[in-house]
């Protein structure tokens, strides 16, 4: 019988991913040629980093992380590729919103959204957890700054997220 639970399997992976992850952003803040700065392999694997870094709740570093590399990830993903950029700026926005940065994280969040929006062929959760991280961000926002509008606008993007959940309800 294996020793392991399906649990701790699953911890041990997850371990093993901060471990490569931690790596991999070591390595990109040891650059010693800035033209693979720019390279999309290496800008993907900063976006997945960013995004595993916050799914884990370890989101202090995530803006710092991936804000310096905003500029050269919009240039590599446009066209069919855009939706890298709006996977990218969603997860820099919910960053943004854990760091109180709420005009910035609103920018980033709305641009992923309309991105999402206007792909063919986007994973249909994508646009859903996008609209949920932008009623996070109101949410957020309204309780920082109250009678400030921010809780309507989390109202409007629940009754969006809802007609999102109900037109795709699988996935």
């Given at each position: 019988?294996?020793?392991?639970?399906?649990f701790?399997?699953?911890?041990?992976?997850?371990?093993?991913?901060?471990?490569?992850?931690?790596?991999?952003?070591?390595?990109?803040?040891?650059?010693?040629?800035?033209?693979?700065?720019?390279?999309?392999?290496?800008?993907?694997?900063?976006?997945?980093?960013?995004a595993?870094?916050?799914?884990?709740g370890?989101?202090?570093?995530?803006?710092?992380?991936?804000?310096?590399?905003?500029?050269?990830?919009?240039?590599?993903?446009?066209?069919?590729?855009?939706?890298?950029?709006?996977?990218?700026?969603?997860?820099?926005?919910?960053?943004?919103?854990?760091?109180?940065?709420?005009?910035?994280?609103?920018?980033n969040?709305?641009?992923?959204?309309?991105?999402?929006?206007?792909?063919?062929?986007?994973?249909?959760?994508?646009?859903?957890?996008?609209?949920?991280?932008?009623?996070?961000?109101?949410?957020?926002?309204?309780?920082v700054?109250?009678?400030?509008?921010?809780?309507?606008?989390?109202?409007?993007?629940?009754?969006?997220?809802?007609?999102?959940?109900?037109?795709?309800?699988?996935?």
């Open positions: 019988m294996n020793s392991f639970s399906r701790d399997r699953s911890r041990q992976s997850g371990d093993l991913q901060i471990a490569v992850g931690n790596r991999l952003a070591y390595d990109v803040g040891q650059k010693t040629d800035d033209r693979h700065d720019e390279h999309p392999d290496t800008l993907i694997a900063i976006s997945n980093m960013g595993m870094r916050l799914a884990q370890q989101w202090t570093g995530v803006v710092d992380l991936l804000a310096p590399n905003e500029a050269a990830t919009r240039k590599a993903f446009t066209g069919a590729n855009a939706y890298r950029l709006a996977k990218f700026l969603m997860t820099l926005g919910q960053a943004r919103v854990r760091r109180d940065e709420f005009l910035a994280a609103e920018t969040l709305l641009e992923a959204h309309a991105i999402f929006a206007h792909l063919p062929g986007t994973n249909r959760s994508d646009p859903r957890d996008c609209a949920e991280a932008i009623v996070d961000l109101y949410s957020r926002w309204n309780t700054q109250p009678a400030q509008g921010y809780g309507a606008k989390a109202a409007e993007w629940l009754r969006k997220l809802n007609q999102l959940r109900a037109a795709n309800p699988a996935n």
